[in-house]
């Protein structure tokens, strides 16, 4: 098969590199950059299977009719051209010339992101890294530069949960994809902390960090084992020797100097100490402070930290999500962002109100993106991941041309005929939609599932409705719960 390349002048260096792995020939169209080629300004002798233009360009007939060579969109960007062309005979035959290549390469994108994460968890590679001062070992888990950021996820106020409580919590956070589950203790009370980690170890959930001011409580957390211990200021600092344990030291628990300058002297300053008393793995954390309560001049703080020194950092990214009334999707992205420049290790968040919902989750796949984009130096785009639940990349929407005159304007009615065959009443619990049926004002029947279309259908299997009205209102209500479920809002049936 013989396919030829166009490009501009200033990506034709990395093009032809691209090209030669493969045996595709490369046109350089004389400008600059290939969107702006015209297809007059081509002059191709040879024959060609077909010719692959950047995806950005909308005329690829354009092209096809001037050089006779068959021409279809390539990708959009250059660093997808390498996948594309290594997967050229599984999707030559749904090359378009309206849809760039990267979209029907969605997949195999996807597959080599994931894949580039999954070389992080082999021996070889975690042995090779772990070579370094910047990267540690939390129990098993490999933390550090070399990774990807790790999410910490806080069970808070652990020792008022029964076990059931604590297991549910800790497997939820677990599946939204945390590699380590906190227990934070805001009460001394020994015993709970070893029955805790206990009942972790014995559900094979780890690796367990503690998050309390107790000092007794730290001691029974270092009696069971513990993985990482958070936080210790000078005060606690004094209390402890020669501990083996990962542990996060912080500038201090109560008044953290707003200056850069002053908060890192005081947490080097701990550090220092720390390291006298035979504390062997530090991460250190300058504390991340809440929007409009010093957040600029803490991030400078890390940042700094991490040109000077290679400890381990840990970011609290919580302190601004639970702090600000806005969506956390998008803010956990950009914190990850800025946890990623400033070369932070872990980054911990409780997921404590409602709002919050879903921020380990978010946190676990900006992760996974911004060491992709870190690694591969480009912006945290077009990765095969991605934290777009709302709002879409690319807007589709299908047009309706035909000419009908006869419009009628949409209008509500008010009155409502009850179904012969019963009514409905719709709830969300947790994970699911619960559709209960009543006749004569008595449940007859309760239908569980995930989303709207399995409840219709089977509501229509069991033939329990029988009004047009009632069954395209029950769609819109159903509708609406999957909604309130998947992006965890409210639902009161309407």
Excluded at 54 to 68: A, I, L, Q, R, V
Excluded at 185 to 212: C, Q
Excluded at 315 to 344: F, K, P, Q, R
Aim: proline share 4%; hydrophobic share 40%; charged share 35%.
């Amino acid at each position: 098969m013989k396919i030829l390349l166009l490009t501009g002048k200033l990506a034709s260096k990395r093009v032809k590199e691209i090209a030669e792995k493969f045996n595709c020939d490369v046109y350089v169209a004389p400008v600059d950059v290939a969107l702006f080629a015209k297809p007059e300004m081509l002059k191709i002798k040879e024959s060609y299977d077909f010719m692959l233009i950047p995806g950005e360009m909308k005329n690829s007939e354009d092209f096809e009719k001037k050089t006779g060579i068959k021409t279809y969109l390539g990708t959009k960007n250059l660093e997808e051209l390498e996948l594309l062309l290594k997967n050229i005979d599984k999707i030559k035959d749904k090359l378009s010339k309206s849809m760039p290549a990267c979209e029907l390469l969605k997949h195999e994108i996807k597959k080599k992101a994931m894949a580039e994460i999954e070389k992080t968890k082999s021996e070889e590679y975690i042995r090779e890294k772990l070579r370094y001062e910047w990267n540690i070992l939390v129990g098993e888990l490999p933390i550090g530069r070399d990774f990807p950021i790790r999410v910490l996820a806080e069970i808070v106020g652990a020792e008022k949960l029964s076990n059931e409580e604590i297991l549910k919590k800790a497997r939820y956070f677990k599946s939204s994809g945390a590699d380590i589950i906190d227990l934070g203790f805001g009460k001394e009370n020994t015993e709970r902390v070893r029955e805790a980690i206990e009942l972790l170890r014995k559900h094979d959930i780890s690796p367990i960090s503690i998050d309390t001011n107790e000092i007794e409580n730290i001691r029974a957390a270092i009696e069971a084992k513990i993985d990482l211990i958070l936080s210790f200021d000078r005060e606690m600092l004094e209390e402890f020797r020669n501990i083996e344990i990962p542990s996060v030291i912080v500038p201090s628990m109560k008044n953290v100097p707003k200056n850069p300058g002053e908060r890192l002297a005081l947490l080097e300053e701990n550090i220092n100490y720390a390291k006298k008393r035979g504390f062997s793995k530090i991460v250190a954390d300058p504390i991340l402070n809440p929007l409009n309560h010093g957040l600029v001049e803490s991030i400078i703080a890390y940042k700094k930290f991490s040109e000077k020194y290679t400890l381990p950092l840990l970011m609290g990214v919580g302190n601004v999500t639970e702090l600000l009334d806005a969506d956390s999707i998008g803010v956990n992205a950009l914190l990850c962002g800025i946890a990623s420049e400033c070369n932070v290790g872990i980054v911990f968040t409780p997921e404590h109100s409602d709002k919050a919902k879903g921020s380990v989750r978010e946190l676990s796949l900006a992760s996974k993106m911004m060491f992709l984009s870190k690694k591969r130096n480009s912006p945290p785009k077009d990765l095969g991941i991605d934290l777009l639940l709302l709002k879409e990349k690319r807007i589709k929407r299908e047009k309706f041309d035909a000419k009908i005159k006869n419009i009628i304007k949409a209008k509500r009615k008010h009155d409502y005929t009850p179904d012969t065959k019963g009514y409905f009443k719709i709830f969300v619990e947790d994970e699911k939609i619960v559709c209960v049926h009543f006749k004569n004002n008595k449940p007859t029947i309760i239908i569980e599932g995930t989303n709207a279309k399995e409840i219709c259908d089977t509501i229509i299997t069991l033939d329990l409705i029988s009004s047009t009205e009632h069954a395209m209102y029950l769609g819109r209500e159903l509708q609406r719960a999957e909604f309130a479920m998947r992006y965890g809002k409210s639902y009161i049936q309407d």
